[in-house]
């Protein structure tokens, strides 16, 4: 997270003076050194054994710790599920910016990153939070955390603490060195005590942990704990008595299921027999339908066939009808000498030639019907 600094005064460096030419005198307007914090950061609570957690501040929320003279513990950590630490986040709040020299009053300290400044020498010092985790108040499992203190001795409890809050927080560093009189200055320069320091390093940056402590004894003194486990006893057994009552219901439901099967299953039997039955008799009825239409094909053969033979014989009969109405009356007149005439309309016996050779004229009468 890259910083840049604007001193209050810059100096340039210079290259050394020719000695033919005389030197140049630079004047540079003394610093003011810082000497203490502000009073809200120095009310912090750091802790050296928990600088683990400065990649991930909200994995220390809701922590519970032990702390025995310098050591710190990490006990447990008591968070619900469903509702985490809330973090967030800064780029902007810059606590503390000041050059400070060894009378520091926290040279050294951890709310410092440690920052050793020796004699002679001057740090630039920015102090800045980047983030922060906490938990709001119905975010914390009192509950739980009374069931595991049940058992916890009073001189442990005193001891123990809980993790509301934490912060991460960067430290910006970077040294000067007083110069000689003889000394080359170059890069950053100020005057400060009546000395110049000047220095061409860049910022160091250091990560630190501050945390929201609470006692345990104080945590839980506002909370009834005993009030708490019995209402948890109890939900307990309601939820008890709601699971057995839960299964009895889902046991009549498995049964009710089951008969239903069951119903379901001789149902599915009745209609394998109907339609086994079905498909015989199917099977029959296609048989004669086969049979059926065999006998219609054939009957349709033999009506195709006797409409042919009708057609046939209607036609010869109108033929022969035709034939018949067309045949020729053949009328044989007989005349005598008297001149009497003699018809005969059979010529079976006696022809016309044999009449003529009897002497009788002949004569043949042709007449069509109509």
Do not use: W
């Not at 060894?102 to 800045?128: H, Q, R, W």
């Not at 910006?172 to 080359?184: L, N, P, V």
């Not at 390093?201 to 929201?212: A, H, L, N, W």
């Not at 005439?341 to 069509?368: H, N, T």
């Amino acid at each position: 997270m890259p910083y840049r600094f604007i001193p209050l005064f810059i100096f340039c460096a210079f290259a050394a003076a020719l000695s033919a030419q005389p030197s140049r005198k630079i004047k540079l307007n003394p610093v003011t050194l810082g000497f203490d914090l502000p009073q809200s950061y120095k009310e912090r609570t750091f802790i050296k054994g928990l600088a683990g957690f400065v990649n991930n501040i909200d994995q220390l929320v809701g922590a519970m710790i032990l702390i025995e003279d310098n050591k710190t513990s990490v006990l447990t950590r008591f968070v619900r599920q469903d509702k985490p630490p809330v973090v967030s986040t800064s780029t902007s709040d810059v606590i503390y910016s000041a050059k400070i020299d060894s009378k520091f009053k926290f040279n050294g300290a951890y709310c410092i990153a440690s920052t050793k400044v020796e004699k002679d020498n001057i740090y630039e010092l920015i102090i800045k939070d980047v983030a922060v985790a906490f938990l709001p108040e119905d975010y914390i499992p009192y509950l739980e955390i009374c069931k595991s203190s049940s058992n916890v001795p009073l001189e442990t409890k005193k001891k123990t603490y809980y993790i509301r809050s934490a912060k991460l927080t960067t430290v910006y560093t970077r040294a000067y060195q007083k110069a000689g009189a003889s000394s080359e200055i170059s890069g950053m320069a100020f005057s400060a005590g009546g000395e110049v320091y000047s220095s061409t390093d860049q910022f160091k940056v250091d990560y630190i942990v501050s945390v929201d402590l609470v006692g345990m004894e104080k945590l839980l003194s506002l909370q009834n704990c005993n009030q708490l486990l019995n209402s948890e006893e109890l939900a307990r057994r309601e939820k008890a008595e709601k699971a057995r009552f839960d299964a009895a219901r889902a046991e009549e439901e498995r049964r009710s299921k089951e008969n239903e099967l069951r119903e379901a299953k001789a149902q599915v039997e009745d209609l394998k027999k109907i339609l086994t039955h079905n498909i015989e008799r199917s099977e029959n009825l296609q048989q004669q339908l086969r049979e059926a239409q065999e006998h219609e094909k054939q009957a349709l053969a033999q009506l195709n066939q006797a409409i042919n033979q009708a057609e046939e014989l209607g036609s010869k009969a109108q033929r022969e009808q035709s034939d018949a109405e067309n045949r020729e009356i053949v009328i044989v007149t007989f005349k005598n000498k008297d001149g009497k005439a003699l018809e005969i309309k059979s010529l079976e016996e006696l022809s016309p030639e044999k009449l003529q050779e009897l002497g009788f004229d002949v004569e043949i009468l042709r007449e069509k019907r109509r």
